[in-house]
């Protein structure tokens, strides 16, 4: 395409050559900004749920997630590739989040959206991408909701996936149309209306009549907007339970919500505490979708609400609609009903970890770490 910019240098260029040793040359560097409208069309090929937005607004959430978060580093950025025309062909995302562990702050950087043409993959992008990403100064890389195929990758370069952090649940909220999800996409359209309206109906019914399953009543509680205050005050209370716990400060936390609360195509954005008076004992945020999965970003309670947390959760999301409720699992989920009453689906995705640090490593392994969705993977591409 004629509209590529020219090639730039940049102070993390790092010159590759393909395997067949003629004149192609990549060249890997910092994500800048005039690189943004080549990876958000890069990202509208690769990514199914980018193509149901705008280029305008794939640039937007560029700008915001990689440009404008408050601790963007010079040595830790997202990565793009170019061919020897100066097309981006390649682009991995970096995002960084300080945590405290044991007592000192360390930086965690977070990848994802990597991606690559088929002649960049031919020449191993993707591995150099993240080759490139682990070997800088960050004490923790890792990459959150990755695929079978970037573990292979990762392990291959000295990381390892955390089966403590891959673990994720599904909650039936209206279990006739969750059991039939599977098969709608099999069904021609006529049939599949029918299914899904006869699915419904009986899901309907039964939740009118209270039967059990299939109608969730309100928990006695009360709920108020999770504001930025709170939840800086709600993970102070926390903070106690963990090794390696995030170190928000309200810009940051600020920052992370609005990019979620944008974000319109998993549904409607919520952000809820449980209080005790004037005490937060709980809090989540997710979206609901009507007919559809509900996905949780973040839910967390003080040790023994964890119960009176799901009861919640489950009936907000029952009561906007939700068809089922979908996150991943926090080591004080255990034996709890997050995995007594959910469907729980060990290594769903991966999360994986690349760390010098081996007390780190386990610890993470452990299950001694906040790691949630909201220090992951937002799934904003």
Request: proline share 4%; with cysteine; glycine share 6%.
């Amino acid at each position: 395409m004629d509209d590529y910019p020219k090639l730039r240098q940049t102070d993390l260029k790092l010159q590759r050559f393909s395997p067949d040793n003629h004149t192609m040359k990549q060249e890997i560097s910092q994500l800048d900004y005039d690189d943004i409208e080549e990876v958000a069309k890069l990202s509208q090929i690769y990514f199914p749920r980018s193509s149901e937005v705008s280029i305008s607004y794939l640039k937007k959430t560029i700008d915001e997630l990689y440009f404008n978060d408050g601790e963007k580093s010079s040595a830790i950025s997202s990565l793009v590739s170019r061919s020897k025309e100066g097309n981006v062909d390649g682009f991995l995302g970096v995002t960084t989040t300080s945590f405290l562990y044991k007592g000192s702050k360390i930086t965690a950087a977070n990848c994802h959206h990597l991606m690559a043409t088929e002649k960049a993959r031919e020449q191993l992008i993707p591995m150099k991408m993240l080759q490139e990403f682990i070997s800088g100064p960050q004490e923790l890389s890792f990459s959150d909701g990755s695929v079978e195929t970037m573990q292979l990758f990762w392990k291959r370069l000295g990381g390892e996936p955390s089966v403590s952090e891959s673990i994720y649940y599904k909650v039936p909220l209206r279990p006739a149309s969750f059991a039939l999800r599977p098969f709608l996409k099999r069904l021609g359209k006529p049939l599949g209306k029918l299914a899904h309206a006869s699915s419904s109906g009986m899901d309907t019914v039964a939740g009118a009549l209270q039967v059990p399953l299939f109608h969730r009543k309100k928990p006695d509680i009360q709920l108020r907007p999770l504001t930025s205050e709170l939840l800086l005050h709600a993970l102070e209370k926390a903070r106690s339970g963990y090794s390696l716990f995030p170190d928000y400060n309200q810009s940051k936390i600020e920052h992370r919500i609005n990019l979620l609360a944008k974000e319109k195509r998993y549904g409607t954005f919520h952000k809820l505490a449980i209080m005790n008076g004037e005490s937060i004992i709980g809090w989540f945020i997710y979206y609901s979708k009507k007919g559809s999965v509900c996905e949780v970003i973040q839910a967390v309670s003080l040790p023994g609400k964890e119960t009176l947390l799901f009861d919640t959760l489950t009936w907000h999301a029952y009561s906007r609609g939700g068809v089922e409720l979908a996150g991943r699992l926090m080591a004080n989920h255990m034996k709890t009903p997050f995995t007594t009453k959910a469907i729980c689906m060990p290594a769903r995705m991966w999360t994986l970890l690349h760390s010098s640090n081996v007390d780190l490593k386990h610890d993470i392994q452990a299950g001694n770490a906040f790691i949630t969705r909201l220090e992951g993977d937002l799934w904003l591409l």
